[in-house]
């Protein structure tokens, strides 16, 4: 069983920028993809980043050029940097987990997931 813990979101004008974290307790990090998603009040959960163990990356193209994902095996810990941030990236942030090495796009390839930190940013 894996657990994830988000952290970092919060209330930002628009142009500013926060940093998301999502702390994993699990012994083989090495052995999971992680992603983040966001879902917007209403909508279905959407794919943002992901990154395999050895630091592959994709993004969504909404949020390429403004966010980066990276991750930390040492500490479990996967981060999202959200730049110039857009109102319309407020929403719901999970982290989640995929047993593995390949990232993926899809929601349902995923394993486990946090309960997620909210983002707001308003005009």
């Known amino acids: 069983q894996v657990q994830l813990l988000e952290s970092g979101g919060g209330l930002v004008q628009a142009g500013g920028s926060l940093r998301l974290s999502c702390a994993a307790s699990?012994?083989?990090?090495?052995?999971?993809?992680m992603g983040w998603f966001r879902q917007a009040p209403g909508k279905e959960r959407d794919f943002v980043a992901a990154?395999?163990?050895?630091?592959?990356?994709k993004y969504a193209d909404s949020v390429k050029g403004r966010f980066t994902i990276s991750r930390d095996n040492i500490k479990n810990t996967v981060y999202l940097q959200m730049n110039n941030l857009k109102p319309e990236d407020t929403a719901l942030y999970y982290c989640?987990?995929?047993?593995?090495?390949?990232?993926?796009?899809?929601?349902?390839?995923?394993?486990?997931w946090g309960q997620g930190t909210q983002v707001t940013v308003y005009s």
């Open positions: 699990v012994r083989t990090f090495s052995r999971y993809a």
């Open positions: 989640a987990a995929r047993q593995m090495f390949a990232l993926s796009t899809t929601a349902s390839d995923y394993d486990f």
């Open positions: 990154i395999t163990y050895i630091g592959i990356t």
